[in-house]
């Protein structure tokens, strides 16, 4: 039998959406530490809001934040691989998994795998490139991207077309949060619901802060395309200051902040109570 046909059957047998118990191991090891990225960011956004000098508000910081640990290196190492695995495992249930929903709710939570898969790996990626060059100066990521596609033919629509799918991703964020689908792939049905409901709570602040902050950082890239300007697009630091420099000012700073700290515990849940 191909690995493919038994991972078809595990699937519809409602065993796991991993390919293999290694993966969905690790997997989940990696959304720990995807949550402990958040809730780092969570902090330094606070750090941010109160006039606190720190590291910037993303996740480059939150990497630096653990590297300088005691520990932090090996945990970082442990923490790129979990993620990789996590990766590997939505690119899976993207393309075979979520068989206990069907339809438009199906098509959502595939897309929604492929979102996972790019953040994560992505996050991956900067963790790797953290500890190779550990000690480098850091780069304007989202700057130099939105500088190389605009120096592309059609480089303004290329770039305005990220800056689409972006808003499209807070948009599917913000439905996520809205009608908390999120839920239907935890199996929960063991907890007490006190607990069910405190996680949904961290779920639904969490998908909404963390959709508030994509949204800005869609229309960042919207102005560097409009205006053919590398120098407007911005990551989430950029976005996280943006909401700061708002009429509501460090309020709606610590509003955010506290949204992707709920977040990043609603991972640690996630890793413990996905659907296996």
């Excluded at 959304?31 to 590291?55: E, K, N, Q, R, T």
Aim: proline share 4%; charged share 15%; net charge positive.
């Amino acid at each position: 039998m191909s690995p493919l046909v038994s991972l078809r059957r595990l699937v519809r047998e409602g065993r796991s959406d991993a390919p293999g118990q290694v993966v969905d191991t690790l997997g989940r090891i990696g959304l720990v530490g995807y949550g402990v990225v958040h809730v780092l960011v969570a902090w330094l956004a606070l750090a941010v809001a109160f006039g606190i000098p720190d590291d910037p508000p993303d996740p480059q910081g939150a990497i630096a934040t653990i590297a300088d640990t005691p520990g932090g290196t090996l945990a970082l190492g442990l923490v790129a691989v979990g993620l990789i695995a996590f990766a590997l495992w939505q690119v899976t249930a993207a393309a075979i998994g979520f068989r206990w929903v069907s339809g438009g709710e199906r098509f959502r939570k595939r897309s929604g795998a492929v979102a996972k898969s790019i953040a994560t790996g992505g996050l991956a990626v900067l963790i790797v490139d953290s500890l190779v060059d550990h000690g480098a100066p850091r780069q304007t990521t989202a700057q130099s991207l939105a500088a190389g596609m605009l120096a592309l033919p059609a480089g303004r629509f290329l770039l305005g077309t990220v800056a689409a799918v972006i808003l499209v991703l807070a948009g599917m964020m913000t439905y996520t949060g809205v009608r908390r689908t999120f839920m239907g792939d935890l199996d929960v049905r063991r907890l007490a619901p006190v607990a069910r409901r405190a996680i949904e709570a961290l779920g639904v602040l969490g998908h909404l802060a963390r959709a508030l902050a994509l949204a800005v950082i869609g229309l960042l890239a919207v102005g560097a395309a409009l205006w053919a300007d590398p120098n407007r697009a911005g990551g989430l630091d950029a976005a996280l200051y943006a909401l700061g420099e708002t009429w509501l000012g460090a309020w709606l700073l610590v509003v955010v902040a506290v949204g992707f700290g709920a977040f990043g515990l609603f991972c640690v849940a996630d890793a413990a109570t996905r659907r296996a």
